[in-house]
């Protein structure tokens, strides 16, 4: 990430001089930023890096016979991945559990409340589908037992329970339970467990550096004008105000 050392190297020599904002011009910057080397073999690991734990296998796979990168662990791995995520995600909760049981049983068992999670996305699923004498019955008995272990999820319970006192669940103070974005976020956490089980991060390196680069940007704001990102989508540089 050439640009945001270079931020940080700025901002110390600047921290050194006078305490005026210095202005650096487009063609200072630039000049600055070619004598940043990264080595190619760098930014393909992170480019690969970014494809595998996101789960891009195909995009993966070719990546690797065009620059020649290994990935960190088994491509195949990402597709039995990218299934748990997705039945997560299309409310097949069970079928989620299976798979990640086929894949490696002591990620729930070593994980009380990533099964916690699962299994009151199953109790939300069955709320979803109005069928509220299954959804009490499985509260009761798979979901009240540990609740009673771990004061946490007796209180995620009890928010969950409380959807079935509502018949309008849009204007429910916990109707966000019910939004896409809870299948969302328990996939999420699905997916984490399971690359951490597999020795790998669980989140890609390139979002974290790019929020070092917000970061450094900020502080050398301070200090001086000079051309900033200000849009990671096109990371285009933009001119200093003077």
């Known amino acids: 990430m050439s640009l945001f050392w270079l931020v940080i190297r700025e901002l110390a020599e600047i921290q050194a001089m006078a305490t005026t ?13 070619s004598n940043v080397k990264v080595r190619k073999e760098d930014m393909n690991k992170l480019v690969m890096n970014f ?20 990935p960190e662990i ?7 991945r990218m299934a748990v995520k997705q039945a997560v995600q299309s409310g097949d909760v069970e079928v989620a559990i299976e798979r990640v049981n086929d ?3 002591e ?10 999670h699962l299994q009151q996305q199953r109790l939300i699923e069955l709320i979803r589908k109005g069928k509220v004498e299954e959804a ?11 609740g009673e272990e771990n004061p946490s999820f007796l209180e995620e319970l009890e928010r969950t329970v409380a959807l079935l006192a509502f018949e ?27 690359l951490t089980s597999q020795s790998h991060e669980k989140d890609p390196k390139l979002p974290g550096l790019l929020k070092m680069l917000l970061w450094a940007q900020n502080q050398l704001d301070e200090k001086a004008n000079y051309p900033r990102i ?13």
């Open 103 to 105: 894949l490696n049983p």
């Open 168 to 194: 309008d669940v849009t204007n429910c103070p916990v109707g966000e339970l019910l939004d896409i974005s809870q299948r969302l976020k328990t996939a999420s956490e699905v997916n984490a467990a399971i």
């Open 74 to 80: 088994d491509l195949a791995t990402i597709t039995d």
């Open 51 to 70: 494809l595998v734990t996101e789960g891009y296998v195909d995009a993966a796979e070719k990546f690797k016979l065009e620059s020649g990168t290994e």
């Open 21 to 33: 904002k210095k202005v650096i011009t487009r063609e200072e910057w630039e000049k600055k930023v």
């Open 136 to 146: 009490l019955e499985f509260a009761q008995e798979e979901l009240a037992p540990r």
């Open 107 to 116: 990620i729930l068992d070593t994980n009380p409340k990533l099964f916690f």
């Open 230 to 242: 200000n849009n990671l989508s096109t990371v285009m540089l933009e001119d200093p105000a003077v």
